[in-house]
């Protein structure tokens, strides 16, 4: 569990995060993973394309007083028989002075113009860093002191932990990040408008090379030509070990494979069997040990849940409970 993880377990109605990290680490795209596994309803605002006003109301005269109405989707979140919601507030540090401003009285004070917010409504908020060169403003200290505090990093073993759940993405991208634990930790390159590697990059490149695209210059224009021609290097020295059909139909000839990215290139490869080779991917995982045996296991697991549930997983878990 990483940072992210805590943090969004630590976000509550009467708890509101913000997350602040580097582009493309997945603050966005985590949190509407949370909102759906906690089912909650997810609101995302976009205070950066937004004026004052959005979260105030307009005013409005309603049985003879006048009233600050709530505008648009926002209004839902005052209405007492909502159900349990999440907004996040997008790019917050983006947003100019008076927006901000007039976010402090939607968090803290739990009120949109002259309506209360229904107190099952939970709010999250999503920043760049200054330095990261994102257009963000400083942002209002009375604004930061009213919310928790997370600075998000970019973490490629838990990214490809994810990836490797994801049919979109092919798995050996999953397992490059695997291999390469410091894939994300360059910093926005200098030069303008040069592609760079993140999570979010590496997803799309990822998509490219599912659907068959191995073009170093097409996949550089999503991470960067140099990150592109190690990921080629790193998946034509997978084209040199067995298949992975072959591997688990013989698992014993894994053995000779001893480079620990190879490895990680058929854990990644076998989880897309999960469903219908489960009893194969175990003798697999028999044959790798210890823990890249785990690896091949947990990538199972992570691709096809119900993995878990196989006669084959079970007799596995008891046998290896030292490693669970």
Known sequence: ???????????????????????????????????????????????VISQSVDYRGLPAVVDGSAQWLPLGG???ICDPKAPPTAVLLDDVGQAPPAVQAALMQL??????????????????????????????????????????????????????????????????????????????????????????????????????????????DMLGGWVGKATAADYSAYADSIDKIPSIESLLANPKAVKKIKDHGLLH??????????????????ALAEEMGGGWGLVTMSSAAAFHPEFKKTPAFVRWAMAHKDLL
């Open 107 to 216: 968090i803290l004070a739990r009120k949109l113009g002259d309506m209360h917010i229904n107190e099952n409504v939970t709010f999250l908020l999503a920043s760049n860093r200054a330095s990261d060169r994102a257009g963000v403003r400083p942002m209002l200290s009375a604004l930061i002191n009213r919310v928790m505090v997370v600075e998000v990093f970019a973490d490629a073993p838990a990214w490809a932990n994810w990836a490797i759940s994801q049919s979109d993405i092919h798995p050996s991208v999953a397992a490059y990040a695997r291999f390469r634990p410091d894939l994300f930790v360059n910093a926005v390159p200098d030069e303008p408008m040069q592609p760079y590697c993140t999570p979010r990059s590496l997803h799309f490149m990822g998509r490219l090379v599912r659907n068959g695209v191995s073009n170093i």
């Open 265 to 282: 290139a058929v854990a990644a490869l076998a989880s897309r069997h999960a469903e219908r080779r489960s009893d194969a991917i175990v």
């Open 1 to 47: 569990m990483d940072n992210l993880d805590y943090a969004l377990q630590c976000a509550s109605p009467n708890n509101p995060v913000l997350l602040v990290g580097p582009p493309g680490v997945g603050k966005s795209a985590r949190i509407e993973q949370w909102a759906a596994n906690m089912g909650l309803r997810l609101l995302i605002e976009h205070p």
């Open 74 to 76: 926002l209004k839902a």
